[in-house]
């Protein structure tokens, strides 16, 4: 089965300095894994995915991930926090048996200090 | 048009109520999904409907009624609904290929609060 978990339920950064949100996850096959944002109130929106075409991937708004299969991990990054960028993150796997019923991870809430 | 539209925003209801929410997109996708998001909680999967047809149903109640008239379209008929039923309804969307790579497109949501 697969899995991911997201370490840490809140995170909080000053405005300027670089983000960290982490996810790990388990599968016994090579994984489709996303990054997804929501903002309050709002619907989520794909920020970023892996499809083993390159360990690292960029996406929208100045945020890249690593893939590493050797740590089982798909860290979330960004070199300069935004007041914009406070939300709830939410890193997905998405099922090689059903691709229909991806699995989120519990969140992770952005906090921004200004 | 990359953008799914959600009807209500908003929606108060009794518990003797019937209403309906409403879910359209125009980017030619096959499927469609429903999702129920309690505050603070990532969201849950209750309904997928795959050129049409209803494919998955996560063991929803019944009070939920699912219905897709056609491929742009998704309603959730509503009816004698629980307090415990209040939460965030979001409707999504992707081509239906089946493929895991496949990203979701949501909708911003119906605020759906039970009395």
């Known amino acids: 089965a697969q899995s991911v978990t997201q370490l840490d339920s809140h995170v909080s950064v000053s405005e300027g300095t670089p983000v960290l949100l982490r996810c790990n996850y388990s599968s016994s096959y090579s994984p489709s894994l996303f990054w997804y944002v929501q903002h309050p109130n709002k619907g989520l929106q794909l920020l970023l995915k892996?499809?083993?075409?390159?360990?690292l991937v960029k996406g929208i708004n100045g945020f890249e991930a690593e893939f590493k299969k050797s740590e089982t991990s798909f860290h979330l990054t960004k070199p300069s926090a935004h007041m914009s960028d406070a939300a709830e993150y939410f890193c997905?796997?998405?099922?090689?048996?059903?691709?229909?019923?991806?699995?989120f991870g519990s969140g992770t809430r952005l906090s921004i200090r200004p | 048009d990359t953008e799914v539209t959600q009807t209500p925003k908003h929606l108060v209801m009794g518990m003797t109520n019937k209403k309906s929410l409403k879910c359209e997109q125009h980017m030619g996708h096959r499927a469609m999904y429903w999702y129920k998001q309690k505050a603070k909680k990532p969201p849950e999967l209750m309904f997928v409907?795959?050129?049409?047809?209803?494919?998955i149903n996560e063991s929803v109640p019944s009070r939920f009624s699912p219905e897709c008239p056609n491929s742009s379209l998704l309603n959730l008929h509503l009816h004698a609904l629980q307090p415990e039923d209040s939460a965030l309804y979001l409707c999504a969307s992707s081509q239906g290929t089946g493929n895991t790579n496949e990203k979701l497109f949501f909708g911003s949501g119906t605020q759906l609060s039970v009395l």
């Open positions: 892996y499809t083993s075409a390159a360990t």
């Open positions: 409907y795959s050129y049409e047809k209803l494919s």
């Open positions: 997905v796997v998405s099922p090689y048996s059903s691709a229909s019923k991806i699995i």
